[in-house]
T-cell receptor
Framework: GQQLNQSPQSMFIQEGEDVSMNCTSS?????WLWYKQEPGEGPVLLIA?????ELTSNGRLTAQFGITRKDSFLNISASIPSDVGIYFCAGRFPGSDKIIFGKGTRLHILP | KAGVTQTPRYLIKTRGQQVTLSCSPISGHRSVSWYQQTPGQGLQFLFEYFSETQRNKGNFPGRFSGRQFSNSRSEMNVSTLELGDSALYLC???????????FGSGTRLTVV
């Protein structure tokens, strides 16, 4: 079925390090979304991307919509303890309102 | 402005029972989607409503149903509950489906 492959599944990094995660699909999307979820809460939208090649930043977060429209990455620079959580990518199919999600990248930050 | 409100936050039900979950979207948001989140499967799309019409449906059995009211509030119902239905059920709303969703905090359903 339709799915997004998100990697890595989990990451253990030192505070201050940069983080990179990505999503790939065999399908083309016309929107890529990146969310963060903290324990006991719903996912919160971090960045939305609408055009192939688009590079968008939100503070220390940067995301790009891949040229092929089949992939996207999220980078976090100079990680801090509050970056801990699960990061989800999501994609919307062309001509559809349906959004599907990757399985998430769980980010752990070591002191 | 108020966010997406889901009630109840926690629910414990017995196998075979049915349950109704409620979602009040952000004022002015007409699109409401529902997702099931489990540790093994991540976020699985259930259905999406826009102006009281179901526009998309995921691959869930007919025991899972939903509806949307004229004020955009939505409910989902699960009948004949099974242990595997234990999950966090998330509702999300948007002004237009071209936008990203705003999620509620979810309803944690436990089936015993």
């Amino acid at each position: 079925g339709q799915q997004l492959n998100q990697s890595p599944q989990s990451m253990f990094i030192q505070e201050g390090e940069d983080v990179s995660m990505n999503c790939t699909s065999s399908s083309i999307f016309n929107t890529w979304l990146w969310y963060k979820q903290e324990p006991g809460e719903g996912p919160v939208l971090l960045i939305a991307l609408y055009k192939a090649g688009e590079l968008t930043s939100n503070g220390r977060l940067t995301a790009q919509f891949g040229i092929t429209r089949k992939d996207s990455f999220l980078n976090i620079s100079a990680s801090i303890p509050s970056d801990v959580g699960i990061y989800f990518c999501a994609g919307r199919f062309p001509g559809s309102d349906k959004i599907i999600f990757g399985k998430g990248t769980r980010l752990h930050i070591l002191p | 402005k108020a966010g997406v409100t889901q009630t109840p936050r926690y629910l414990i039900k017995t196998r075979g029972q049915q349950v109704t979950l409620s979602c009040s979207p952000i004022s002015g948001h007409r699109s409401v989607s529902w997702y099931q989140q489990t540790p093994g499967q991540g976020l699985q799309f259930l259905f999406e409503y826009f102006s009281e019409t179901q526009r998309n449906k995921g691959n869930f059995p007919g025991r899972f149903s939903g509806r949307q009211f004229s004020n955009s509030r939505s409910e989902m119902n699960v009948s004949t509950l099974e242990l595997g239905d234990s999950a966090l059920y998330l509702c999300a709303s948007s002004i237009l489906t071209e936008d990203g969703y705003t999620f509620g905090s979810g309803t944690r359903l436990t089936v015993v």
